[in-house]
């Protein structure tokens, strides 16, 4: 998965490390967002002779949430190449309108992401299969937003079925085989087949739901009045 990236300006009150550009994910990794920066703080270490190890402290203007990059200076030419991002940044680019139709979906995937990252898959596949709910969920209610306490108390297949027809009969008895199993099931016999299977359905719903919204209008859902 390629990563986009984007050439942000440091602040120039920063001595040494100011003024001058580095690329940068486009995304930040905590909330998803594609914003530049607010730059922070700066520090380096020599890593050789033609090179300096940068450290760069930025805070999303987006969540106000923290992280960190690493850049290598070519001392001679003074040019920087970026090297890392901490927190890890999110493996897929998400689309702003899923961002915008569901805060909370995107909240709990990117900690079903870090979790799969330090793997801890148990807790990963719990995570993501909470996020497909969520935004499963959270699209039902929009179509039907008098039936959103229906809804929110419906097993997630029985949901997908109902308000996603169309991927059920394309890939019908994977599917439900995929969102049936609950969280026991997945604590106590994960395989990471069934992993990747669920990560696979979950893009499904996203590229599907992306669709939809879009052609809809990207109308955010109504307030939720039942949680
Ligand atoms: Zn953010």
Redesign the pocket.
């Known amino acids: 998965m390629t990563m986009t990236l984007q050439t942000v300006k440091f602040q120039s009150s920063i001595p040494h490390y100011g003024g001058r550009s580095y690329t940068i994910p486009q995304q930040?990794p905590?909330?998803g967002?594609v914003v530049a920066p607010y730059s922070l703080r700066a520090a380096g270490i020599d890593y050789s002779k033609n090179e300096e190890f940068i450290f760069l402290l930025h805070k999303?203007k987006?969540?106000e949430?923290k992280f960190l990059t690493t850049h290598l200076l070519n001392k001679n030419d003074q040019t920087t190449t970026f090297k890392s991002i901490y927190p890890p940044a999110l493996n897929m680019e998400i689309s702003e309108v899923i961002m915008k139709f569901s805060p909370k979906f995107i909240q709990i995937y990117r900690q079903a992401h870090t979790a799969e990252i330090e793997s801890h898959t148990e807790l990963a596949a719990a995570g993501y299969r909470l996020a497909l709910e969520i935004l499963v969920k959270d699209f039902a209610k929009l179509e039907q937003p008098e039936r959103a306490e229906q809804i929110r108390k419906m097993p997630l297949v029985d949901c997908a079925q109902t308000y996603f027809p169309d991927l059920f009969v394309l890939v019908q008895r994977d599917l439900a085989q995929a969102l049936g199993s609950d969280y026991i099931a997945y604590t106590q016999d994960q395989s990471d087949a069934e992993f990747n299977e669920l990560k696979y359905y979950l893009d499904i719903f996203l590229q599907n739901i992306e669709m939809k919204l879009k052609i809809r209008g990207a109308t955010p859902p109504p307030a939720p009045t039942d949680q």
């Open positions: 930040c905590h909330c967002i999303c987006g969540c949430e």
